[in-house]
Structures are given as structure tokens and as C-alpha cells.
């Protein structure tokens, strides 16, 4: 299929969630070679929007389209085509963090060896803890090794990312920064929530904010 035929497409979506209705008649469009960066307060529904689009969850009305069908009636091919890096860490402390790499990969569909992955852990600045306990890193370490997959993820043309910036240093925000960069420079969507100002340069950036 072509890049035309890749583009993310949220039409009239709407949530509510107990007696508040976070949003409605929700629609945009994400193509080959942009970003969206969804912006809003805490509680306006961000989150619930990334799953949604992932298919995670259902909306109460409305429906998220990808290759211009229906999401949860493409559910093979969506998830082969999508990259989703939730909130939190998900990394296992019981494993190395060249084990969680490796394991985090597999989940998601992309096959990778121990050494393209310990390339891809250095690239992160993780070549000396690549055989240390998960337990034993540092928040911002253990972000990295969930970060990295993203070196090795430009097989997967939908990248959705939940505050990756979160618990990063300067050095690790730039990394993060460089990677969506090359994955919208080379046709890549990418959707992603931060509550970090970013500077994306040259990069094609929609902005969506929830409580407008």
C-alpha cells in the first residue's frame, strides 16, 4: 500500500466518562510525515484519547480509521502497522535491561537481536546497563530502556506515544526529540501527548488541545 493510503483519521469521536463528557464531535487527521501533539490539563482527556485511537478502547460515538477503515475491523493490520508507548515505564525489574528491550520488541511485532539492541540500548546511553537488573536503574534509565525501541521501530509506520519526555534528562529529550524527527522526515505519523515544550524545528506539527 502507498502513504496515501497510511493517514489516521479521527471522525466525530466523543467520550464521556461518568457525567462528563470530555470531548465531542472530535476530527482530525494525521498523514504520512506529520505530527500531532495533543495538549490539554490534566484530566481533559488526553490519555483517553491515545487509547482510543490505539483501539484500546471504544468511543461512545464517532471512529478512528487507519488505511481508511475502521480500526477495530482492521485489528491485524492496524497492530502491525502501530507503535504504542504508553505512560508508564513498562519494563520488568526481574529482567535485564537488554532482556526488557528484546522482550518489549517481540510484543509489538518487531523481531530483533541481542546486538542490534544493545546498539539501539547504547544509543539511548544505556551501553554499560544493557546487563543490569531493571530494578537496580534509575527512573530516567528505566525510561530509556523503554524509550529504545523507538531506534528500532521505523518498520512501524504509526508511532503513538503517551509523554515520552516524562522523567527525561536533557540529553534523553533530545534523543527522543531526534528519533520522531527522522521517523516524520521519512513518511512516518506520529501522535503524541507532552506536557514539555518541544522544540520539533522543521518538523510538520498539527497541535490539538482538549480543552480548548
Given at each position: ?5 497510511r ?16 470531548f465531542?464531535?472530535l476530527?482530525?487527521?494525521?498523514a ?21 485511537l490505539?483501539g ?23 497492530s502491525?502497522d ?6 508508564a515505564?513498562?519494563v ?21 537481536g ?33 524509550l ?17 519526555f ?26 503524541l ?20
Amino acid at each position: 500500500m502507498d502513504h496515501g493510503e497510511r493517514r489516521l483519521q479521527a471522525i466525530d469521536l466523543e467520550c464521556v466518562r461518568g457525567q462528563r463528557r470530555l470531548f465531542q464531535k472530535l476530527c482530525f487527521e494525521v498523514a504520512p510525515g506529520e505530527m500531532l501533539w495533543v495538549q490539554g490539563a490534566n484530566g481533559s482527556g488526553k490519555t483517553t484519547l491515545l487509547r482510543l485511537l490505539c483501539g484500546l478502547t471504544r468511543p461512545d460515538a464517532g471512529t478512528v480509521c487507519w488505511r481508511g477503515h475502521e480500526v477495530r475491523r482492521t485489528r491485524e493490520q492496524f497492530s502491525a502497522d502501530l507503535l504504542y508507548s504508553g505512560h508508564a515505564s513498562a519494563v520488568k525489574d526481574d529482567l535485564t535491561a537488554l532482556e526488557n528491550l528484546r522482550f518489549s520488541l517481540a510484543q509489538t511485532g518487531i523481531g530483533a537481536g541481542a546486538e542490534e539492541s544493545r546498539v539501539a540500548l547504547a544509543e539511548f546511553g544505556l551501553r554499560e546497563r544493557a546487563d543490569v537488573m531493571t530494578r537496580a536503574l534509575s527512573q530516567g534509565q528505566r525510561r530509556r530502556v523503554g524509550l529504545a525501541r523507538l531506534a528500532l521501530a521505523a518498520v512501524k509506520p504509526l508511532w503513538i506515544l503517551d509523554e515520552p519526555f516524562t522523567a527525561l534528562d536533557r540529553e534523553a529529550t533530545q534523543l527522543v526529540q531526534a528519533q520522531l524527527e527522522a521517523h516524520v522526515r521519512h513518511g512516518g505519523s506520529v501522535v503524541l501527548t507532552s506536557h514539555q515544550e518541544v522544540d520539533f524545528g522543521a518538523a510538520q506539527v498539527q497541535r490539538l488541545r482538549l480543552d480548548a
